[in-house]
């Protein structure tokens, strides 16, 4: 979130103040318990997110490790930006050099979390910071039989990072985050299904144990590829395989802002409406209790001070949406369901946006002024 501007098509040095040595890691975490901390409601807890090797490493792993320690922001999850630096295909190349190095990019990761970033891990075992693969770098362009060889390979380069984590103590979580493009045409695990299934393969072809290993859950890449994300949801919360959560919003969500299905991942924060209502509600009732990342971009014509407001919206507007889920009647809208009244259910999830939005503007409002 903490940039310069987005670059590419729009001006990249829009928020100068977050460009390039002004702002750096250890300098974000600072940035959100001055900034975005004082305007949470009181018993939500803040953590952060970090890229190996362009947000954190080596040379820096010391110096964040401390701020996040002294900021009280522990580390949420960590990921290894294999996208930057492997271009045919990572963990899933034919190339055996370009996949040796990518397997050693991600044990690099992991050393990193267990070693110098560890005291930065949260006290509670249970929220663990999460190792996330994300399949930005296993992809391909050319429709061929490799493709099959592609997902073997990469079974086998993942089974390997699952059994180095595992010695290194198998306390974090590991989420395989599906998306179905970016940066390439076509991709290895576009969707939540064959994430799950991927899973399943490397548990019986590998032994690998599926204890806190499943899907970074990630409701925006559902809607980039036109897939209904309250479903995927279900599919993975029937699997147990939620490990993770990454939340934003593509677009059309709200009828106001613009993107969605066949797009590029726009990275909205998010927002209010009846499908993050059901999401919200589906993961509380099945106990999810870890990590909430809010996976979002601050717009290129923003300000500093905008592109903070733009995160604490994210964030309130997500908890809106769980507290409205939380007092809907469930019991009453699945007699509706039953009684194929939907009509009346409609109308229900349409009083839970309106009490989210209400929600909202009582916790933006008590936050006002107060960074």
Known sequence: TFHAGKGGFVPSDGIPEWSGSRLDTAGVARLIRRHIAPRMPSGLELGIELHYDYEVDERSAGEV?????SEGIPLAMITPGAHRHFAYGGLASLDPSEGEAALQFCRRTIDLAYGPLRPAWHADPALAPTFVLWNGSWGYDLATIG????????????AALCRLEEECGGLMYIGIEPKPNEGHPAMILPTVASA???WSRLDRDFGITLRKKGINKETGHSQMMGLDPVYDTAEELESGAVVHMHLNSQGYENGIVLGGPGKYDVDHGVRISGSNIAIAGLVRGAGYGRWLGHDMQVRPYDNAEQGLDRVVRSILSWEACDKA???LDKDRLLTFLAQRNTAD?????RHAVEDAGRIFDEMYESGRGRD
Do not use: H, K, Y
Not at 345 to 349: F, G, I, P, R, V
């Open 65 to 69: 490790a401390s701020a996040l320690e």
């Open 196 to 198: 799950l299934l991927f």
């Open 325 to 327: 889920a939380a007092r």
């Open 345 to 349: 259910a409609e109308d229900l999830m």
């Open 147 to 158: 493709t099959r060889t592609m997902l073997a390979v990469l079974g086998e380069r993942v």
